[in-house]
């Protein structure tokens, strides 16, 4: 994994990624924006506070993206399978360490900062990241 500098942020690691200009209704202060130049993906990736995957109820810090594709009329549905093996792939992840939710037309992965917390005991994953 590799964090942006200025926001802490999961960043591409490896494919063909453009960093995007933030849309009006994003806050940019720990979010990025990224398109894949091959394929229609965009990857919104943040650093935040948010609830544990473990159902601890604590606030942890963690990194989420939350990717979606787009038809060719501009509308976003959701990403299929190979493609989310692909931003995992890409943002140096593993599926072992990621709480996947999707929602809608986003795919939604939070991984906690702290490696600790990560897993599949904890989030509730088999050993190839999907949602129990």
């Not at 720990?30 to 601890?56: C, E, K, M, Y």
Request: charged share 25%; aromatic share 6%; proline share 8%.
């Amino acid at each position: 994994m590799k964090t942006c500098r200025i926001t802490g942020s999961l960043r591409p690691v490896t494919g063909r990624w453009r960093r995007a200009d933030m849309p009006g209704n994003i806050q940019p202060g720990n979010t990025r924006v990224w398109f894949n130049l091959d394929q229609p993906l965009a990857v919104i990736s943040s650093h935040q506070l948010a609830n544990a995957p473990d159902g601890s109820g604590d606030v942890i810090r963690q990194w989420h993206l939350s990717a979606t594709r787009r038809d060719e009329a501009g509308r976003p549905y959701q990403i299929e399978e190979h493609q989310l093996d692909l931003v995992v792939d890409c943002f140096g992840l593993s599926r072992w360490d990621i709480f996947n939710r999707p929602e809608g037309a986003e795919h939604h992965i939070w991984i906690p900062v702290n490696p600790a917390r990560r897993g599949s005991r904890l989030a509730g994953n088999d050993p190839d990241g999907q949602a129990a």
